[in-house]
Nanobody, 121 residues
């Protein structure tokens, strides 16, 4: 019974900052790679950033230099710090994580419920 719960979305002005979080809970042995995706109106869901369990991060070109992905393995929580936000960053942001189950040790991907980030011009 693993779930990912997102929080921290909201409305921010262009150029502002916002942080979103993704907390994994349940029968978890460990959390593998975590990622953030976003989906804007009329657009397909796109990758924003990923981070491995040891902290190696990768970013899409559109957010590189502005966003920072991080994680706290002790809390099974991932974060996305978004700076210098632009209106085109407006989207529903979804977290994704590979979860190693405590009982079976099998890896399974999970998605958060999504959180709205709106950047005003």
């Amino acid at each position: 019974q693993v779930q990912l719960v997102e929080s921290g979305g909201g409305l921010v002005q262009s150029g502002g900052s916002l942080s979103v979080s993704c907390a994994a809970s349940g029968s978890i042995f460990s959390v593998g790679v975590m990622g953030w995706y976003r989906q804007a109106p009329g657009r397909q869901r796109e990758l924003v950033a990923t981070i491995t369990s040891r902290g190696i991060a990768n970013y899409s070109d559109s957010v590189k230099g502005r966003f920072t992905i991080s994680r706290d393995n002790a809390k099974n929580t991932g974060y996305l710090q978004m700076n210098s936000l632009k209106p085109e960053d407006t989207a529903v942001y979804y977290c994704n994580a590979m979860i190693i189950h405590r009982d079976s040790l099998r890896p399974t991907t999970y998605w958060g419920q999504g959180t709205q980030v709106t950047v005003s011009a």
